[in-house]
């Protein structure tokens, strides 16, 4: 089986608006189209009772949050979310409605936050912001209608990995607590030697080539892919971890260093669930108002998040 009809669809649909090649347009003219390309997918608009951008002020910058609470009483659980882009694109536009469903669905507020990108702030500034904010959060929710004792956190491609990161520096650093780790197709690791970078290269949402250039302008230097803050995956120790849910795809080259994770977190001790989608690509839960499979994932995570919150509940 190759990529679903309705992911094909999606992507024809997109390439027709022939955004510029990041080996060769100016990095403004890139984060303009991504930012444009997530407005040309169609996604389900999620009801919510209020949705409310602040500012944190760290040591470093300033951070935007955004918000996201769902309807009825508080206080609430709460799920720090970072976005993807590859820690060079991206806002808080672009995960907008992501958020939104998974505060409906999962009866949770979620607190949204636009780190620095790279390569104006290379690593280590984007993980630095996402733990200062995920602090903050665990600190101040109770200003929010949130409740810090049901705190998880979570984020897409660049966005898992920093979700992977805060939950190591959490549990090394003294806090916060964290109940729940949410890692959808989270980029784990720098290399490009897997099985899926080899089949899927780069034929499909996200290719091999704009990896490497992510890589680099996200990274240092060489000496960087071995450090575990930047590649959780070559971590020596995952014990005392949070669960975690790993959302995969099928055509992602990403795809086998998410899985390999969830297995070595298993392999420390931690309960850790991958779920791999057939037939879908990166950022496919972007497609989830045309992609019947995207709709699918949402709600399954989002079960996964009420779970965690309130074990037991439906």
């Excluded at 003219?29 to 040309?40: D, H, L, V």
């Excluded at 297995?263 to 496919?284: D, N, Q, S």
């Amino acid at each position: 089986m190759g990529v679903h009809p309705q992911v094909q669809a999606v992507l024809s649909r997109l390439a027709e608006l022939n955004f510029p090649s990041i080996e060769t347009a100016p990095l403004s003219e890139i984060r303009e189209a991504f930012s444009y390309s997530r407005t040309q997918m169609k996604e389900v608009i999620a009801p919510v009772a209020s949705i409310e951008d602040r500012t944190l002020v760290s040591p470093d910058t300033e951070i935007p949050i955004r918000i996201y609470t769902p309807e009825g009483p508080g206080p609430h659980p709460v799920l720090v979310f970072f976005h993807g882009g590859g820690f060079v694109l991206g806002d808080l536009d672009t995960t907008h409605n992501i958020c939104r469903y998974l505060a409906w669905a999962a009866k949770c507020v979620v607190v949204s936050v636009d780190y620095r990108l790279a390569p104006e702030h290379k690593f280590p500034a984007a993980m630095e912001d996402a733990y200062f904010a995920t602090k903050w959060v665990a600190e101040n929710a109770a200003s929010f209608g949130g409740d810090a004792s049901r705190l998880a956190v979570g984020g897409e491609s660049a966005g898992g990995n920093l979700a992977a990161v805060v939950s190591r520096l959490a549990r090394d650093g003294g806090g916060p607590a964290l109940i729940y780790q949410l890692l959808i197709y989270p980029a784990v690791y720098f290399g490009i030697e897997s099985q899926s970078c080899i089949e899927c290269g780069n034929k499909y949402n996200l290719t091999v080539d704009e990896m490497v250039w992510f890589r680099d302008h996200y990274l240092n230097g060489p000496d960087d892919e071995k450090n575990p803050l930047v590649a959780p995956l070559l971590a020596s120790d995952l014990s005392g971890l949070p669960p975690a849910l790993v959302v995969t795809a099928e055509f992602d080259p990403i795809r086998d260093d998410g899985e390999a994770y969830a297995a070595r977190l298993v392999e420390h001790g931690v309960k850790a669930t991958a779920i791999r989608y057939e037939g879908m690509v990166h950022t496919f839960l972007n497609f989830s108002g045309e992609v019947d499979q995207s709709k699918t994932a949402l709600d399954e995570i989002a079960a996964g998040l009420r779970n965690a919150f309130l074990p037991g509940e439906k």
